[in-house]
């Protein structure tokens, strides 16, 4: 069983930056792949990236070269830096892990998530 708490969300301008926090409890952290999620009001949620054990990450095409996640497995962490915050990226962000190694862009890929933090970009 993995518990995961996600920190750091709140409102910010266009063009800025938030870093977003999500820890875990639980055993063998360093053996999940850590994924970012996100869900807009009346939209599903969708990928935004992730990171696998051996630390390869991915990245949807509208986060790409603005958004970086990054692991502590000594703290049981993951995080989401999000430069050039646009409004479009207002959502609640929700961490997940899951044991796939592969396609880890696919929702159906992680067995725990946490319970969202939200990200409000005014324009």
Avoid at 29 to 44: D, I, L, T, V
Avoid at 79 to 106: F, W
Wanted: proline share 2%; net charge positive; charged share 15%.
């Amino acid at each position: 069983q993995v518990q995961l708490v996600e920190s750091g969300g709140g409102l910010v301008q266009a063009g800025g930056s938030l870093r977003l926090s999500c820890a875990a409890s639980g055993r063998s952290f360093s053996n999940y792949a850590m994924g970012w999620f996100r869900q807009a009001p009346g939209k599903e949620r969708e990928f935004a990236a992730a990171i696998n054990w051996s630390r390869n990450t991915y990245y949807s095409d509208s986060v790409k070269g603005r958004f970086t996640i990054s692991r502590d497995n000594t703290k049981s962490t993951v995080y989401l830096q999000m430069n050039s915050l646009k409004p479009e990226d207002t959502a609640v962000y929700y961490c997940a892990a899951g044991r796939s190694y592969y396609d880890i862009h696919i929702i159906g890929q992680y067995d725990y998530w946490g319970q969202g933090t939200q990200v409000t970009v005014s324009s």
